[in-house]
Structure formats: structure tokens, C-alpha cells
């Protein structure tokens, strides 16, 4: 997860640095990601958002893991969300124990089902 995610840099910004080490031109990805030029360069400003398969598909064309690429496509959702919240340290301490709630009571919800 080290080479992918860095807890400073947004997936756009990743995308454009992985774009640019492999001297892809925007159009290569476009048409990877069967999307516009447009629409990448917006992705790396941070202006549109990937859906999941763009995201499987930046995935395999970067060769990085899908759930690291994951991991900074939520994280800038949840970062971009928060960072003018005045509460956000309270907001990520409280969702952290509703995320484990939520996976307990999935877990034991999954347990009694045969």
C-alpha cells in the first residue's frame, strides 16, 4: 500500500503522476477508461470523480492494486467532504466506531444465516 497511497497526495494528483512516469498522453487513458480527454483532465484536477470501473480500469492500467486505488478515492471523498467542517476530528472518531458496529452486526447478522 506504501507506493500507491500517501496521505498527502489526492487520486488525481496519483493519476497525473502515473500518466506522466509511463509518458502516456491524456487521450491513452481516455480511451482506457472509454471516457473523453476532457473528463481525465477533470479527474486529475480533481473536478469529477471516477466511478468504480474507471477506477478497476486506472487500476490495472498503472499496475497498483485496486484497493489501494480505492483507498485514495475514498479517502479524498471523506477529506474533501470534511476539511471545512469546523467538528471533522469528531466526525472521523465517531464514524470509525459506527464502521466497526456496522461490520460487527453485518458479521453476526451473516453468522446466523445457513
Known sequence: MDKTVNSRRT???WMRQCRE???LPLRKVAAHLDVDTSIVAKMEKGQRHPNRIHLQRLA???DEPFD???VLYLSDRVAYELASE???DDVLRVA???I???RSKNVK???LEF
Open 21 to 23: 512516469a509511463r509518458q
Open 68 to 70: 489501494d486505488v480505492l
Open 109 to 111: 447478522q451473516g453468522e
Open 11 to 13: 487520486l488525481g494528483e
Open 100 to 102: 466497526k458496529y456496522l
Open 96 to 98: 470509525e466506531e459506527k
Open 60 to 62: 490495472e492500467l498503472f
Open 86 to 88: 469546523r467538528c471533522s
